[in-house]
């Protein structure tokens, strides 16, 4: 399995070092970063050259839902046929990356998306309670 990280900014890259203190080398994990200077096309195209390049299953990880990294990779959907999900954070991305040789189906990225929503916590709440 593939997994593309695409954020606005550096924020997928950074995001995939730190998981990578936690992991070690994350294998078939590709960031991409929308930077202030690119327009949609350039970005576009970015994403484009990338999963040309791709085979087998590909999952992408976005920073926000609507925004242009997450418009350009499920425009690009249709074309390449890969799964794409906003939201993207440190939980989602260890999740991901550790079912990696599990089939990729759309009830394995609903259970994606349900230990992301699970990895949300109000501390201060859980410390109240003890």
Do not use: C, W
């Not at 080398?25 to 991409?32: C, D, F, G, M």
């Not at 418009?71 to 906003?86: D, F, M, S």
């Not at 259970?111 to 709440?125: D, G, K, L, P, W």
């Amino acid at each position: 399995m593939n997994i593309i990280i695409a954020t606005h900014g550096k924020f997928g890259e950074e995001l995939k070092n730190s998981a990578e203190m936690i992991l070690g080398t994350l294998e078939n994990v590709y960031s991409i970063s929308l930077l202030p200077e690119q327009s949609f096309e350039d970005f576009m195209n970015q994403a484009d050259s990338l999963l040309r390049k791709m085979s087998g299953t590909t999952i992408a990880l976005v920073d926000l839902f609507g925004g242009t990294p997450s418009n350009v990779l499920t425009v690009l959907t249709r074309k390449y046929g890969h799964h794409v999900i906003a939201g993207l954070s440190m939980p989602l991305l260890i999740e991901v990356y550790m079912s990696k040789d599990q089939q990729s189906d759309t009830e394995i990225m609903q259970q994606f998306i349900a230990s992301a929503q699970q990895a949300i916590v109000y501390t201060n709440q859980v410390v109240e309670e003890d």
